[in-house]
């Protein structure tokens, strides 16, 4: 399929100039916040197609910060996808081939992964520990979904987790990333299972351990966690993740520590 439909060929017309005919859009993904598309797109004087992920927002100025972060991210080491060009609405990035964090087997192995990417990406946003401890806070990821992080299968030894989604990206304190990626993991179906809460809990002592405040971590980490269940009741309209809400708060000291 040629990219002429769905505004797709408009979209990335100011990125990729005359390039834009030789775009084949493979599929539409699953998106959210955005129109979302895989695309196979000719490389500059060369015969190669490269695959590249297409994000078509309707509020403008979205996928420039969005491109800006992952320019950061990207230049301080930090594994997210390159990126090949932006418009205020329009974002096109190399595609990451690997299978998100939602549709894989979860171990601690895992959780502490997705903890060394997150703390990496934390650091390199602008938060850090200065040297008594406490927290310089400045960005966060603000959407730990877990179909936003990729186990990336380039690296074929030690594959690592790429994080692909900084559409809320924002000033905060990174620990809310660090109770919302808890209330993923643990809630993540089958949900509250003592194997998920094992990998919960991998992920924020990992974290902790890297950011060298582990007893600073958990109860301002508890705080984040509790209210991450209690935004999910609200966005899903589900009210069964409130009384999760209590019952986290109740048996943090008990179940996670
Ligand atoms: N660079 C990429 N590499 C691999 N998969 C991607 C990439 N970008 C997006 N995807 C896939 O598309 C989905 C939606 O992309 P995402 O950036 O999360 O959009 P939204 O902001 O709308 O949530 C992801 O969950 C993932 O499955
Ligand atoms: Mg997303």
Redesign the pocket.
């Known amino acids: 399929m040629r990219c002429e439909g769905d505004g797709i060929a408009t979209a990335l017309w100011p990125i990729l100039g005359e390039r834009v005919w030789d775009v084949r859009v493979v599929t539409a ?6 129109r ?1 598309f895989l695309l196979s797109v000719p490389e500059i004087d060369s015969p190669r197609r490269c695959p590249m ?1 297409v ?1 078509i927002y309707k509020d403008e100025g979205r996928a420039f910060r969005e491109a800006e972060v992952l320019a950061r991210l990207g230049s301080a080491g930090v594994p997210v ?1 390159g990126v090949v060009g932006a418009t205020p609405t329009v974002l096109l ?4 081939d690997g299978r ?1 964090l939602r549709d894989l087997h979860w171990t601690p192995v895992l959780a502490e992964k997705l903890a060394t990417w997150l703390h990496s990406c934390h650091v390199a946003l602008g938060s850090a520990h200065a040297q008594d401890g406490t927290l310089i806070r400045t960005g966060l990821v603000g959407d730990m979904n877990l ?2 992080f ?1 186990l990336d299968m380039a690296q074929a030894d030690s594959r690592i987790v790429c994080g ?2 900084f ?1 809320d990206t924002r000033p905060g304190d990174p620990l809310e990333d660090v109770g919302e990626g808890f209330m993923r993991i643990f809630s993540h179906r089958p949900g509250y299972t003592p194997a998920r809460r094992e990998c919960a809990v991998a992920f924020v002592r990992e974290y902790g351990r890297l950011a060298g405040a582990e007893d600073r971590v958990w109860p301002e980490v508890e705080r984040h966690a509790v209210e991450a269940f209690r935004k999910v009741a609200v966005w899903r309209g589900d009210p069964s993740m409130n009384d999760m809400a209590e019952a986290v708060g109740k048996m943090w000291r008990s179940m996670f520590l």
Do not use: F, T
């Open positions: 993904l699953s998106a959210k916040k955005s979302a992920v994000k996808p990035r190399r595609y990451v998100v179909g936003n990729v692909i989604d559409g």
